[in-house]
T-cell receptor, first 111, second 110 residues
Framework: GQQVMQIPQYQHVQEGEDFTTYCNSSTTLSNIQWYKQRPGGHPVFLIQLVKSGEVKKQKRLTFQFGEAKKNSSLHITATQTTDVGTYFCASEGFGNEKLTFGTGTRLTIIP | DADVTQTPRNRITKTGKRIMLECSQTKGHDRMYWYRQDPGLGLRLIYYSFDVKDINKGEISDGYSVSRQAQAKFSLSLESAIPNQTALYFC?????????FGPGTRLTVT
C-alpha cells in the first residue's frame, strides 16, 4: 500500500528559530494535505496542495509540493510557542480516495 | 457546538469485554472514518464509509467492526478487547477534501 514517510519524528527549537518537516512518497501523489495537532487535541486541517511545484503561504507557514508530486514540506519561520504540536502530512494516491497519514513531526519550543 | 462528537471521551475496560465507540457529525458529509493513534505511529485508518451503504476496511481492521447507522452516525466496536487496542481513537468526516476530526476517545484495555 501507499506509504508516506515523514521526517524528523521530533524537533526541538529555540523560540524564534525556523522549523521544517518533510514528507516523502515512493509513488506519485494526487494531492497533499497538512494537519496540526496541539497537545491533547485532535488533528486540524491546515492546507491542501494539488499542483506540481505549488507553494502556499499562511502567515509564517510555507507549504511546498514537489515538482514530481512525490514530496512536500512545511516550513515555519520564527517559531512561536503557539506553534507547539505535531504536524502531519496526509495524501491520497490516485484513485485511492482515502488519506494515508505520515507519522508526524512533533515540534517543541524552548522559550 | 462541535461538528464531530465522540462518546465516550475516556474509557477503561477489561480484556475480553465488548465496547462500542460512537461518533456523530453535523457537517452533512457522506464520508466518515475511524482512525487509531499510537505514539510514533501517526494516524492509522481502521474503517471508512463513503455513504450509509458503504463500509470499507482500512489498514488495521482486524479486531474491529463498524456500523453506519445513518449519514450522521458511525460507530466502532471492539468485540473482545485486548490490551494492544489501548490507544487514542479518532472519528473524522469529510467532503471531497479536508477531514474534520472529533475530539477523540482515549481507550485503555487492562
Amino acid at each position: 500500500g501507499q506509504q508516506v514517510m515523514q521526517i524528523p519524528q521530533y524537533q526541538h527549537v529555540q523560540e524564534g528559530e525556523d522549523f521544517t518537516t518533510y514528507c516523502n512518497s515512493s509513488t506519485t501523489l494526487s494531492n497533499i494535505q497538512w494537519y496540526k495537532q496541539r497537545p491533547g487535541g485532535h488533528p486540524v486541517f491546515l492546507i491542501q496542495l494539488v499542483k506540481s511545484g505549488e507553494v502556499k503561504k499562511q502567515k509564517r507557514l510555507t507549504f511546498q509540493f514537489g515538482e514530481a508530486k512525490k514530496n512536500s514540506s512545511l516550513h515555519i519561520t520564527a517559531t512561536q510557542t503557539t506553534d507547539v504540536g505535531t504536524y502531519f502530512c496526509a495524501s491520497e494516491g490516485f484513485g485511492n480516495e482515502k488519506l494515508t497519514f505520515g507519522t508526524g513531526t512533533r515540534l517543541t519550543i524552548i522559550p | 457546538d462541535a461538528d464531530v462528537t465522540q462518546t465516550p471521551r475516556n474509557r477503561i475496560t477489561k480484556t475480553g469485554k465488548r465496547i462500542m465507540l460512537e461518533c456523530s457529525q453535523t457537517k452533512g458529509h457522506d464520508r466518515m472514518y475511524w482512525y487509531r493513534q499510537d505514539p510514533g505511529l501517526g494516524l492509522r485508518l481502521i474503517y471508512y464509509s463513503f455513504d450509509v451503504k458503504d463500509i470499507n476496511k482500512g489498514e488495521i481492521s482486524d479486531g474491529y467492526s463498524v456500523s453506519r447507522q445513518a449519514q450522521a452516525k458511525f460507530s466502532l466496536s471492539l468485540e473482545s478487547a485486548i490490551p494492544n487496542q489501548t490507544a487514542l481513537y479518532f472519528c473524522a468526516t469529510s467532503d471531497l477534501s479536508e477531514q474534520y476530526f472529533g475530539p477523540g476517545t482515549r481507550l485503555t484495555v487492562t
